[in-house]
């Protein structure tokens, strides 16, 4: 029979472990989801495969889907500063380095990214910081054009943004199916050439 202080947070307790248990359920999770999907997946199984009671995972996540949630949150930061990839007047080498970039935070965590595009089509709250993440993509996709043109471009900017931003989006949404990366070269090279840049 399991004890109140056993089921009690260990952060509760004075104890130091209490982030690594939170650390160990959205771990075990991830795995299992990719494994068996996330309605497939029990959190019984998930508290049995992390080693903690099943309370501790209720405890620190109010309903399952809660557990999709905090996953999201540990993809890899998708924000670049664009002094990082803007070279002035070289809008392709630019628009290279920022999704070259971008694809090698995915590689860290691809298997994370996988099972999160997969459930985003029945779960609004993963769809809804899928979402969150693509505009962040458009939005510096938008910098780094208005940073690599000097004097500005004589296209629409806003369109090239979200275009080159759905195709980031798309090629990050299929990478588990490829076996090595996409450049999207012609795709910047098309781009570059409405804006009068290419």
């Not at 043109?149 to 931003?165: E, N, Q």
């Not at 996409?182 to 781009?191: K, N, T």
Request: glycine fraction near 8%; proline fraction near 4%; charged fraction near 30%.
């Amino acid at each position: 029979m399991t004890t109140e202080a056993e089921t009690e947070p260990a952060r509760d307790r004075g104890d130091s472990s209490a982030g690594s248990a939170r650390e160990r359920i959205l771990e075990t999770a991830g795995e299992l989801f990719a494994e068996y999907g996330y309605d497939a997946t029990p959190t019984s199984r998930i508290a049995e495969n992390a080693r903690v009671p099943k309370g501790l995972i209720h405890y620190y996540f109010k309903r399952k889907e809660d557990i999709l949630v905090a996953l999201v949150e540990r993809l890899p930061e998708q924000r670049v500063r664009c002094e990082e990839v803007v070279v002035r007047g070289d809008l392709i080498g630019s628009l290279r380095a920022l999704v070259g970039e971008l694809d090698r935070r995915l590689r860290s965590s691809l298997p994370l990214s996988h099972l999160l595009w997969r459930e985003a089509d029945t779960h609004e709250a993963v769809r809804s910081a899928l979402t969150q993440r693509f505009q962040l993509i458009v939005e510096q996709t938008r910098r780094v054009i208005e940073g690599a043109l000097p004097g500005g471009a004589p296209g629409d900017i806003d369109t090239a943004s979200v275009l080159l931003a759905r195709a980031i989006n798309h090629d990050h949404s299929t990478a588990r199916l490829r076996a090595t990366g996409v450049e999207l070269d012609r795709e910047i090279r098309l781009i570059a050439r409405a804006l009068g840049a290419g």
